[in-house]
């Protein structure tokens, strides 16, 4: 097997949960969904229940696992200290609220089990009003919370935060959430799949019967009387190749950069740590290795760690671009 010292992209893996729609579609261009509801396009994944396979170049079909397994260093790069992919990246359509939900953190994930998952969230587009739910509101006790959801009477206590385009929502593990209708955005999390419904709006699934609760195991992993903000200002970077730099978040797990690219530039190598390019607003061809791969809007490719510095190039206009690796 050839060495992976060249960008991969992956062929998207879609998940047609109720709450989705059709922006995938219709704002990003994807011919190659599904028909009927599109929810989530998992864009890098070595998960088992949802599998990244190279969607081109001299690694085609080859599933990631296979590839890391294989690579594991050249890939992941000396900074990742595990032989397994530590994020899952997406892209979500929120036509209709998601559950109220929570996932465990690294702390109660080792306690009461589960796969821990603190995530952000990066605003693509908004619908006018648009918002999400990030918290429970100061004085909420668990007993009073556990009694809004008997009463369906969840909404009150959680903090409602306006969203547009360009926002970045931090969701660490223990943090209750929901992403409401309008939002189509970005999602960078730990490598998990734990997820604790609390209160699904009265809503039934596909088979008309209510979706599955998970309130016991709720509210043991649920944080009350957080004081840090879930909204997180950028903070300027220094430029990076030339190419002026923000910082989005930075959290134990990701580290989440927006770049603007006016033409061409050298992105350096990184052979501590992997890189995904993330177009954001335009179309962008990214060269190392030998081969070039073309990353339309909304879609993303991994540099694996034993990639040479990459030729980027905007290819209609100049354009920002998201780039996320670990700290």
Not at 71 to 99: C, M, N, Q, W
Not at 108 to 133: H, R, S
Not at 280 to 301: C, F, H, K, M
């Amino acid at each position: 097997m050839i060495s992976p010292t060249f960008p991969l992209r992956f062929h998207p893996v879609y998940q047609p949960y109720i709450w989705g729609g059709d922006k995938l579609r219709t704002h990003l261009g994807r011919t190659d969904t599904p028909e009927g509801i599109v929810a989530e396009s998992w864009e890098i994944s070595s998960r088992d229940d949802g599998m990244g396979v190279v969607a081109e170049g001299p690694l085609a079909d080859q599933p990631f696992q296979c590839l890391i397994d294989r690579y594991p260093r050249e890939i992941l790069g000396s900074h990742v200290k595990s032989d397994h992919f530590p994020l899952l990246i997406k892209v979500l359509d929120a036509a209709k609220t998601l559950s109220v939900q929570v996932h465990p953190n690294d702390r109660t994930a080792a306690k009461f089990g589960g796969e821990a998952k603190t995530e952000t969230w990066y605003i693509l587009e908004a619908d006018p009003g648009a918002c999400v739910y990030c918290g429970i509101e100061s004085g909420v006790t668990p007993d009073a919370f556990r009694k809004a959801i008997q009463d369906d009477t969840v909404e009150p206590l959680l903090k409602k935060i306006p969203v547009q385009a360009g926002d970045a929502i931090f969701v660490p593990g223990g943090r209750v959430h929901a992403i409401a209708s309008g939002c189509l955005l970005l999602e960078v999390q730990q490598n998990s799949n734990t997820t604790y419904r609390i209160y699904d709006w009265g809503r039934v699934g596909a088979d008309g019967k209510a979706r599955q609760l998970h309130i016991d195991q709720a509210m043991q992993v649920s944080i009350f009387e957080e004081e840090e903000s879930a909204k997180t200002p950028s903070k300027p970077m220094d430029p990076l190749a030339g190419m002026p730099r923000e910082r989005i978040m930075v959290s134990p797990y990701f580290l989440l950069e927006r770049l603007q690219l006016e033409t061409t530039a050298t992105l350096p190598a990184s052979p501590e740590c992997f890189q995904v390019l993330f177009a954001l607003d335009g179309e962008l061809e990214v060269t190392a290795g030998g081969e070039a791969v073309r990353i339309p809007l909304g879609s993303s490719v991994l540099l694996p760690a034993a990639a040479p510095a990459a030729e980027l190039r905007a290819l209609n206009g100049p354009m920002n671009f998201m780039r996320i690796t670990q700290p």
